[in-house]
């Protein structure tokens, strides 16, 4: 007896199975290098960090500044309306 033939829908289908499963390789790809520039990104702001300071206290200024800077704008913002 013959095989059934393979119809253009059967191959239709087999290439949607080959497509969903690069389509989920790549998405694993693209997880895995943002993942990579991430922490790249880390090591490059530990490392400007400690080439910039050498004691303890001067990273204790530095967060409380960064901290200062990064106040709430409405907070500011109110303080500054009051000396009107």
């Given at each position: 007896?013959r ?5 253009k829908l059967?191959?239709l289908k087999?290439d949607?199975?080959?497509?969903k499963?690069?389509a ?5 790809r693209?997880r895995d290098?943002?993942?990579q520039?991430?922490e790249q990104?880390n ?16 990273l204790?200024a530095?967060?409380n500044?960064?901290?200062a ?6 907070a500011n913002?109110?303080k500054?309306?009051e000396?009107?």
């Amino acid at each position: 007896m013959r095989e059934p033939k393979e119809t253009k829908l059967d191959r239709l289908k087999a290439d949607l199975v080959r497509a969903k499963e690069k389509a989920s390789e790549w998405q694993a790809r693209v997880r895995d290098i943002e993942r990579q520039i991430t922490e790249q990104e880390n090591i490059e702001i530990v490392q400007a960090v400690r080439g910039m300071i050498s004691e303890p206290e001067d990273l204790r200024a530095v967060l409380n500044m960064i901290r200062a800077m990064n106040e709430s704008p409405a907070a500011n913002f109110g303080k500054e309306n009051e000396s009107l």
